[in-house]
Nanobody, 116 residues
Framework: QVQLVESGGGLVQVGGSLRLSCAAS????????LEWFREASGKEREFVAV????????KYSDSVKGRFTISRDNDKNTVSLQMNSLKPEDTAAYYC?????????WGQGTQVTVSS
């Protein structure tokens, strides 16, 4: 079992930056793909970014590409999401996910609100 806890959300102005972190416990996540999703009020949860187990080939949704950066630290059992140039449409609850084969674990989410 893997427990994931996100942190770093908050209120930020348009154009600002936030760094989200997701800490894993219960098991090492070094062999898991790690992802970030977000869910805006009234909308479906959507993919934001993914990083492979070894940190290579990160991928991003078109809406965040060039503004967000996903990274992982396997020694610390964490994954982060650096968010720059934030826009009002980035407002959402952000969730991290660990995935390896059929095993999928979600965090409880952290709220990001971008005010104009």
């Amino acid at each position: 079992q893997v427990q994931l806890v996100e942190s770093g959300g908050g209120l930020v102005q348009v154009g600002g930056s936030l760094r989200l972190s997701c800490a894993a416990s219960g098991s090492k996540i070094s062999t898991y793909a790690l992802e970030w999703f977000r869910e805006a009020s009234g909308k479906e949860r959507e993919f934001v970014a993914v990083v492979s187990w070894n940190g290579t080939n990160p991928k991003y949704s078109d809406s965040v590409k060039g503004r967000f950066t996903i990274s992982r630290d396997n020694d610390k059992n964490t994954v982060s999401l650096q968010m720059n140039s934030l826009k009002p449409e980035d407002t959402a609850a952000y969730y991290c996910r660990a995935r390896r084969g059929p095993n999928i674990y979600w965090g409880q989410g952290t709220q990001v609100t971008v005010s104009s």
